[in-house]
DNA sequence: GTGAAAGCGCTAACAC
DNA sequence: GTGTTAGCGCTTTCAC
């Protein structure tokens, strides 16, 4: 800058002018500043100008995901992308992968690059209460997907519960009365609330709960399928079956796909996938909606850093229950159906 | 810092040492700091420290990918992610969604924060002569997935010639003539490079090229859908496809599926997708590695960090033709095969 | 082993 | 309108 100052022959306060933006400098002196940049290729450095800055923002926020290329995940990415773009704001994004400690170290290194906040997916069984410690930085902390643990933030989930009654409900009203459940690690926050609005459905039709029929901890697409095929082939297995998860939803169906079953077990997932509607039959689901999800984090952490310091919020976003045949087909006869 | 200097009752340059973990502090004064640190939840500033020392990095490097939500891309961004990961590197990213003014604008932001480097999934046509301007930060810019327009510099592709050969020497191993072309924006690189390679499997076969059975600037699923549905109501319809790109390609099993024709039609792809096994019949594609591009190009960026100087390195990564179902149906008897 | 002074690139405050 | 001085949080250099 200096550098540009002496080429203009102008005083470094007035390159300081026009690289902001700034009124209050004449047009002629201004075009000798610009012609002089041109020259130098200089390009102002953000995080020096900001040290000195009274509003100490660096424009860029942290963004720790689970896994940046799951499509859940790359999508709330993309939504608080588009928000942050929208106010000159840059995304330092980041894989935790459900480990506590790393998502620990990730928040400390993007505050050591002084993020202005952070958009935070927990990981699983993780710990929050770190964050405390700095009573200022949990309003620039919104968590997204799953609530934080011991500590009190801003938080927007989506409403899980609710969706799962729902999609189990549905099973129950084509007279489904053996439904198994295959689900996630029940320590993640979204698999336990699954599972709980599974448990209301059948309570709400008293249909007792059958834990054989019940498989959690399921933690990838291959365990998922052999979940499915041991349960398919116990004693009175189940006509339908509810999917907690993507991952778990695909391989419920690769399941299905090896025992020739796709048309004949019921299906319904919870989260939606691409191609859903491609297969046979289409794959009913229970939709949350990840863009939404991520705006909305987006928009309260920037209010937040806008000075908002109203009380914590919680939003929970509603789902949709997608019908698209897996979830249509009827309990064979001479089921469980028949004899109410 | 000062503030913490003062609690532990020692000077600047002490809490300095140990916050960097340098050698030559006496325990006792080191567990003092240590403590003051604690008290204060002290944290130091990353940028504040990069400004004065000899070697200006940040640990940050960009990456500006088409859209971070497309599978692609995401995996390329994990990928990077985690080479990074293994330096202590963070990523900022950003989608640029084919919009060169937009990319342009994205490397200046990042320039602006003092990233070390940069990864590029380039903009279709847009003039990276800009990047020139400054030599040395071209040093610091490798490019992936496509290279560069009027500039040279470190670049890392898939084979996406010798790919999409592949692919349609198949369909023509099996019989089929009539092979339709269902292509992207011929502005991107890599749908140049596929369509050459389709022209060039005709000709190898000395199967003349039909441009009424070539369908470019295809920019989404619904475009692919209608243009499959042209050309397979047109005379003489093909009797296989090769789709150039991942979201052509399930365009053209929704217009196959619409006309009720996937198992008559044969379809192979570029560009591997979930589920692509689990559809009927399984879609054969040419799968890309996208793991293996960004690793290659992270790897090349920080070779180039550190100080290799050597000339432009252009790496070709290998793709592989997954045989699945789709691309391996045979033409139907009485088609331009018999006539052969 | 430890600390004081200078300075990284920039902007705030104030004087001209 | 414009330039000067001080100082942001830190590391360097160099005395002690």
Redesign the pocket.
């Given at each position: 800058?200096r550098d540009v100052a002496a080429l203009a022959g102008?005083?470094?306060?007035?390159v300081?002018r026009v690289?902001?933006g700034e009124t209050?400098?004449?047009p002629?002196?201004h075009d000798r500043v610009v012609e002089a940049i041109g020259r130098r290729t200089y390009q102002?450095?953000l995080h020096?100008?900001m040290?000195?800055?009274?509003t100490r923002k660096t424009a860029t926020i942290g963004l720790v995901l689970e896994d940046v290329a799951n499509p859940f995940s790359s999508a709330l990415e993309r939504a608080i992308e588009d928000a942050a773009r929208a106010r000159g704001v840059m995304v330092l994004a980041a894989s935790c992968d459900e480990d506590g400690d790393r998502e620990r170290r990730l928040v400390a290194t993007m505050r050591e690059r002084r993020v202005d906040g952070i958009v935070l997916v927990p990981a699983a069984g993780a710990d929050h209460g770190y964050l405390e410690a700095d009573r200022r930085a949990t309003r620039s902390i919104v968590f997204v997907d799953r609530p934080p643990r011991f500590l009190d933030a801003d938080v927007v989930v989506s409403d899980n519960r609710s969706g799962a009654r729902a999609a189990v409900a549905h099973l129950l009203d084509r007279g489904h009365r053996r439904i198994g459940y295959l689900g996630d690690d029940p320590a993640i926050y979204t698999a336990a609330e699954r599972f709980q609005g599974y448990r209301e459905a059948l309570a709400e039709r008293g249909v007792p709960p059958d834990p054989t029929r019940e498989r959690a901890g399921l933690r990838s697409v291959a365990d998922a399928e052999r979940a499915v095929i041991e349960l398919l082939r116990s004693d009175r297995p189940p006509t339908a079956l509810f999917a907690s998860q993507n991952l778990v939803t695909i391989g419920a169906l690769q399941g299905l796909r090896g025992l020739d079953a796709q048309h004949d077990v019921a299906l319904v997932g919870f989260d939606d996938f691409p191609l859903a509607d491609l297969l046979e039959p289409g794959v009913t689901v229970v939709a949350q909606d990840p863009l939404a999800l991520g705006r909305a984090a987006a928009h309260l952490l920037f209010r937040r850093l806008d000075g908002d310091a109203s009380p914590w919020q919680r939003l929970v976003l509603p789902v949709e229950l997608v019908t698209r045949g897996s979830g249509e087909l009827l309990p064979p006869e001479g089921s469980d159906r028949t004899r109410r």
């Open positions: 800058m102008v005083g470094l306060k007035t300081s690289v902001n209050g400098v004449s002629e002196l102002r450095d020096a100008s040290l000195r800055r009274s």
